[in-house]
């Protein structure tokens, strides 16, 4: 099983859409979960950091299930500049520092 | 601020040579880590070094090494190139704890020919 497992799509919606991405990890001793975003040809970017309680952050909402060892990601009202592709990102355990296990991301499309 | 910053922005190589990327992390960070990127897949960890030091290790060969200075910046080098070394490298940088958002620079991209 891969460390860290994401559908690579592309996920086509038209604009206002909601959509949904999951993702699963293998360790269940992982101790950080972010989702980052990155475009075409560029850098990563975080999006947001995925708490055991939930976040939200205006149209974003995201979820961490422990037991079930996985993360997911809404949007809602989808937005044309929100076409990307979304990095699933796991901080693995045992470590003092941050290293970064990345998914292979999820592309998104948004079309008027 | 300025942001993590990353030279060059293209290379072009063919197999056999050698390459330095380097790397200068956000003022105030001391923490730089270097990541493969190659197209189609999400970054692979190479290495993280915090005060000169290295701190972790990726799955990647010897032909992969790297050095930090003590102004914090950083030199990513590859021996005995491959055509499959052709990636996105990215330079991440943060403050050295666990917890610190990893910010990127723009990356280099490097074409083994």
């Known amino acids: 099983r891969k460390e860290v497992e994401q559908d690579p799509g592309p996920f086509n919606v038209p604009e206002g859409a909601t959509v949904a991405f999951n993702c699963t990890y293998s360790?269940?001793?992982?101790?950080?979960f972010f989702w980052y975003r990155q475009d075409c040809r560029k850098e990563p970017k975080l999006l947001m950091s995925v708490y055991s309680s939930g976040n939200e952050d205006g149209r974003f909402t995201a979820q961490l299930n422990r037991a079930s060892q996985y993360i997911s990601l809404l949007i809602r009202d989808s937005k044309l500049s929100d076409s990307a592709t979304y990095l699933c990102?796991?901080?693995?355990?045992?470590?003092?520092?941050?290293?970064?296990?990345f998914g292979k991301g999820t592309m998104l499309l948004v079309s008027p | 601020d300025a942001g993590v910053t990353q030279s060059p922005t293209h290379l072009i190589k063919t197999r056999g040579q050698h390459v330095t990327l380097r790397c200068s992390p956000i003022s105030g960070h001391k923490s730089v880590s270097w990541y493969q990127q190659v197209l189609g897949q999400g970054p692979q960890f190479i290495f993280q070094y915090y005060e000169k030091e290295e701190r972790g290790r990726g799955n990647f060969p010897d032909r992969f090494s790297a050095r930090q200075f003590p102004n914090y910046s950083s030199e990513l080098n590859v021996n005995a190139l491959l055509l499959g070394d052709s990636a996105l490298y990215l330079c991440?940088?943060?403050?050295?704890?666990?917890?610190?958002?990893?910010?990127f620079g723009p990356g280099t991209r490097l074409t083994v020919l």
């Open positions: 360790n269940s001793a992982s101790q950080s």
């Open positions: 991440a940088s943060t403050g050295g704890r666990a917890t610190d958002t990893q910010y």
């Open positions: 990102v796991v901080n693995p355990p045992g470590s003092g520092y941050s290293t970064l296990t």
